[in-house]
């Protein structure tokens, strides 16, 4: 079976483009996040999708940022007027859960997105 | 504020060596605990997690990992190292929202080297 995939998996931008990443999750998977890995760092939390809807928000740094799951599908994250601090890699994970289930369902994770802003 | 905390930046072991990487963790409730590895231009794979039950938990690759609530601790060992670990390592902190889903705080992470 077919695991996350994240397109383009390299993007390079002039400061002040808008980019749009790619997220296809595992088929029928209910959750879906997105995370920023700056260079040397652990991942860190940008915003959460239960199907269709953004349930938490509360990561992404700046209203330059905007995530959509319109179809409780694939997920696509926009960054307008990119700056280069927002160089790094952008993952995304999906997990079956739903509901009130266990909070240790696995998050299963995407290649990544590397950005990089010139 | 949950954090997860990860002494060591690299860690250089030779082929064959046992392995132990720290992993400390600040979270108010019981915790959730996973470790995660990451090879150069892949994703995250997870080895291990942790939710209740016995507190040594056994993942894949031959990896294991001991919770010890009261160090606050949660350390990945393998007794014996291959080449093919060489990665980076992280730890991570899930916290469980009203909503059913689980936000991952991470370490900065841990770069293992093998030496042949």
Redesign the interface.
């Known amino acids: 079976g077919a ?2 995939s994240q397109s383009p998996r390299y993007k390079v931008a002039k400061r002040g483009q808008d980019v749009a990443l790619r997220c296809d999750p595992i088929s029928g998977h209910v ?1 879906l ?1 997105w ?1 920023q890995q700056a260079l ?6 940008l915003t ?1 999708f ?1 199907n269709e809807a953004q ?2 928000k509360s990561g992404l740094p700046s209203d330059r940022f905007f995530a959509e799951r319109p179809e409780g599908s694939v997920s696509t994250l926009k960054i307008q007027r990119t700056q280069q601090e927002d160089s790094a890699v952008y ?1 995304c ?1 999906s ?1 079956l ?16 997105t590397r950005l990089t802003v010139l | 504020a949950q954090s997860v905390t990860q002494p060591d930046i690299h860690i250089t072991v030779s082929e064959g060596a046992s392995l132990e990487l720290r992993c400390n963790y600040s979270y108010g409730a019981t915790p959730y605990l996973f470790w995660y590895v990451q090879s150069p231009g892949q994703g995250l794979q997870l080895l291990l997690k942790y939710f209740s039950g016995d507190t040594l938990v056994q993942g894949i690759k031959g990896f294991e990992a001991e919770f010890k609530r009261s160090q606050s601790s949660f350390n990945l060992r393998k007794p014996s190292v291959h080449w093919s670990d060489a990665a980076e390592y992280f730890c991570a902190v899930g916290t469980m929202f009203s909503g059913g889903y689980n936000k991952l705080i991470f370490g900065a992470g841990t770069r293992l080297a093998v030496h042949p």
């Open positions: 695991g996350v959750s996040f995370y040397g760092q652990g991942p860190e939390f959460y239960q349930l938490d993952l994970a997990s859960s739903w509901g009130q289930v266990t909070g240790a369902d696995t998050q299963y994770f995407g290649p990544g």
